[in-house]
Nanobody, 126 residues
Framework: VQLVESGGGSVQAEGSLRLSCVGS????????MGWFRQAPGKEREGIAG????????SYDQRMGGRFTISQDRAKNTLYLQMTDLKPEDTAIYYC?????????????????????WGQGTQVTVS
């Protein structure tokens, strides 16, 4: 399994970015995929999850509705559209893939249940 994130960078506050995650080799049927982030000195936290098979989406409400997860199945690509970015959004952003049950059980936000991770992409907001 390979997950490759891209789209990170430096942006000013109130700006926007769209992150991409291209996946390959995932054998789970209709996997649950998530976006996570980790700031220096903090634990990895879940941002959003999506059921690739069913299309249902879940979000951490603390993000205030500023982030949107989506997918393009034809391109095997997961996206995270981020708007109204704040300095506290500065972190390394990761995508992850796991079993479909991660989404159905409501556990999508728990990093420990995902076996596959990308290398991360840095987002810096100033």
């Amino acid at each position: 399994v390979q997950l490759v994130e891209s789209g990170g960078g430096s942006v000013q506050a109130e700006g926007s970015l769209r992150l991409s995650c291209v996946g390959s080799g995932i054998t789970y049927r209709g996997p649950c995929m998530g976006w996570f982030r980790q700031a220096p000195g903090k634990e990895r936290e879940g941002i959003a999850g999506i059921s690739i098979g069913g299309g249902s989406k879940s979000y951490d409400q603390r993000m205030g509705g500023r982030f949107t997860i989506s997918q393009d199945r034809a391109k095997n690509t997961l996206y995270l559209q981020m708007t109204d970015l704040k300095p506290e959004d500065t972190a390394i952003y990761y995508c992850a893939a796991g079993r479909a049950s991660n989404c159905y059980s409501g556990s999508w936000w728990q990093p420990r249940i995902y076996p596959y991770w990308g290398q991360g992409t840095q987002v810096t907001v100033s």
